[in-house]
């Protein structure tokens, strides 16, 4: 198990919060982040949002900020992309195959957009702990958001309405989807539903 499996119980999702320009996606984010287990979100620029949970007007959720205080989920601040990046790739991990893989050294980051060399969701292609990014509300990510990741996951829809999702609902899809990986639980098999 790597250094920072070791120090977390197993794989653990970070979230890589930049371009976001909405303050209650930043807020569920915050949420979404703290509800699946993850130790550090990494906040990249955003001037606009306050991230001290003890500052007059803080834009973490008052539910969230015991928690940050006392070290469960650390909020970590870059001034930019590049910055961020090079600390994620400077943590620690094991890999065991995924999407993304091509990288041996450092946590892999995962986008979250539709893109052509995108990795359907639901097959899993996690490999260790893993940084994910989304991308912005209206405009996805930018060039330089996918030029530092590693791989990218879509999430499948069927219906016949928008291909992109509020960017806090693919959020949660992805986080629960990689806390069901980790665990090692299957989707659909022994789910307890009763004819």
């Not at 600390?87 to 539709?114: C, N, Q, T, Y």
């Not at 330089?144 to 996951?153: I, N, R, W």
Request: aromatic letters at 6%; a negative charge; hydrophobic letters at 35%.
């Amino acid at each position: 198990m790597s250094k920072v499996d070791e120090e977390t119980g197993g794989p653990r999702p970070y979230l890589i919060l930049t371009n976001i320009s909405k303050r209650q996606n930043v807020r569920n984010l915050l949420q979404l982040s703290a509800a699946f287990g993850c130790p550090a979100v990494f906040v990249v620029g955003q001037p606009s949002f306050e991230f001290d949970p003890d500052a007059d007007g803080t834009d973490v959720p008052s539910q969230l900020r015991e928690g940050i205080r006392r070290g469960t989920m650390e909020i970590v601040r870059f001034d930019g992309l590049d910055e961020c990046v090079a600390h994620v790739k400077s943590m620690d991990v094991e890999r065991s195959g995924g999407a993304g893989d091509d990288r041996r050294r450092g946590m892999p980051i995962l986008g979250v957009e539709i893109d052509e060399s995108s990795v359907n969701l639901e097959s899993e292609p996690f490999a260790s702990s893993t940084a994910f990014m989304m991308g912005n509300e209206g405009s996805g990510m930018s060039p330089k958001q996918m030029a530092a990741c590693d791989g990218f996951v879509r999430i499948s829809q069927y219906g016949g309405g928008t291909a992109s999702l509020n960017v806090s609902v693919a959020c949660g899809l992805v986080l629960h989807r990689f806390d069901l990986w980790r665990r090692g639980e299957r989707v659909g098999v022994g789910c307890g539903l009763r004819r």
